[in-house]
């Protein structure tokens, strides 16, 4: 029989210590999956109407627009206050599995260290 992991091998930080949470920047990452989800909504619809010819082809481009918009969104606004590191990037371009966890695990700014509570938010 297998136990379940320990909540720690889980899940290393809780989420208030995160500097995406400290510096109240999470809800851009919220806005990101909401934009996503309206974008696969809008292309399904412009499949379905296959035979509406101009609305089938603006609800596509809206949903890649939708889509666009929700990638470079949080790239560009989810960064540091002091230093002004995009933070979304570096999780990205790092060299591990999942950068969700490698974004909320870091406590402070993985380029200038500074931590929230002497960074003005």
Known sequence: MLRPLNLSVRWPMDKGESILYRTHQSWKLTIAAGGILISA????????????????????????????L??????????CPKCGSHWLWLAATQRQLTWYRWLLSQSACPKCRTSPSTAAT
């Open 41 to 68: 909504a809008l292309m399904y619809v412009a499949v379905l109407r296959i035979n509406d010819f101009p609305t089938k082809e603006y609800l596509g481009v809206a949903g890649g627009l939708v889509s666009l």
């Open 70 to 79: 929700s990638f470079v969104f949080p790239l560009a606004a989810i960064r």
